[in-house]
């Protein structure tokens, strides 16, 4: 396997860049002190196809492969962890399972919405002991 970027994933890593640069960068601090989940940012990532990476364009999504998945998450993160952890939640945890393991109904009622950010995705987990810790 070839593992050197091709042009698309080079041109993928440099939009995620620019936008994190551009959108995210400026307001960090902002965001950060008011405790703020940009929601703005990532139905702009979604306008961009960000949201719905791994998603096939028969689901509206970039139907790009984890090479641009990888490269994205990166840029992203190297301006903001958080919005980076996030878009990789959205794009693995609940996309991703839904690609997965989700009937065909599923996959066209959820992924297209999921891939341009209509909706945002979550991914619930809990642990067995986790009351036991509490108390």
């Not at 970027?5 to 551009?22: H, I, R």
């Not at 702009?44 to 990888?70: A, D, I, R, T």
């Amino acid at each position: 396997m070839n593992f050197q970027q091709n042009e698309l994933t080079t041109q993928v890593a440099q939009t995620a860049k620019d936008f994190a640069l551009q959108y995210i960068k400026p307001h960090l601090m902002e965001w950060d002190e008011s405790q703020e989940f940009p929601l703005h940012i990532f139905k702009e990532m979604g306008k961009l196809g960000l949201m719905g990476v791994l998603v096939p364009e028969q689901y509206g999504g970039s139907g790009l492969s984890y090479f641009e998945y990888s490269v994205i998450i990166q840029e992203i993160a190297k301006v903001c962890g958080s919005i980076g952890l996030s878009l990789a939640a959205h794009n693995s945890l609940c996309t991703g399972h839904i690609l997965t393991f989700g009937n065909e109904e599923q996959k066209k009622k959820y992924l297209p919405k999921l891939a341009t950010a209509e909706h945002i995705g979550a991914w619930g987990l809990t642990e067995a002991n986790a009351r036991k810790r509490c108390r």
